[in-house]
């Protein structure tokens, strides 16, 4: 039995008739419609499993939490006084800079997740401002 290709003819030659080929418009259109999906799909994920990720090295670097949880308890395992009073007193001035250099590191990357997100669009405002500027 003798089978067909519907894609070469007679004379041997292969036939682009059958070939669907895309347009340069819907190649545009697909790549920009793939890069929006990259720019605000994929990257916040990656972006905001990165935050999560920067609060937990932070949080453990500064033992931000073990201290919280163990703000009453003596400093070093010394249960008189002294290490009631000094471990309160100690952890009373590490906490509030782990806790402002925790606060700061999640500002600016907030700000930074922030500004990769409208960095487009104010490319694109931009972009249009200027031609209309250029036309005055």
């Known amino acids: 039995m003798e089978t067909k290709n519907a894609l070469i003819d007679n004379s041997g030659q292969q036939s682009l ?3 669907k080929i895309d347009s340069y418009l819907s190649i545009f259109f697909f ?3 793939d890069f ?6 994929k990257m916040p994920i990656w972006h905001l499993r990165r935050l999560a990720r920067l609060s937990v090295v932070i949080d453990d670097q500064f033992s931000i ?3 919280l949880k163990n703000f009453f308890l003596p400093w070093h395992r010394d249960n008189s006084m002294i290490g009631y009073l000094f471990g309160i007193i100690m952890k009373l001035l590490y906490l ?3 806790i402002f250099v925790y606060l700061l590191s ?5 700000l930074f997740f922030l500004f990769w997100l ?3 669009i104010g490319s694109l405002v931009f972009i249009i401002l200027s031609f209309f500027n250029s036309l005055n």
Request: hydrophobic share 55%; no cysteine; charged share 5%.
């Open 17 to 19: 008739n059958e070939i």
């Open 118 to 120: 409208l960095l487009p």
């Open 65 to 67: 939490s073990l201290l």
């Open 36 to 41: 929006l999906n990259w720019w605000y799909v």
């Open 96 to 98: 509030p800079i782990g």
């Open 106 to 110: 999640m500002g600016l990357y907030l």
């Open 31 to 33: 790549t920009v419609q």
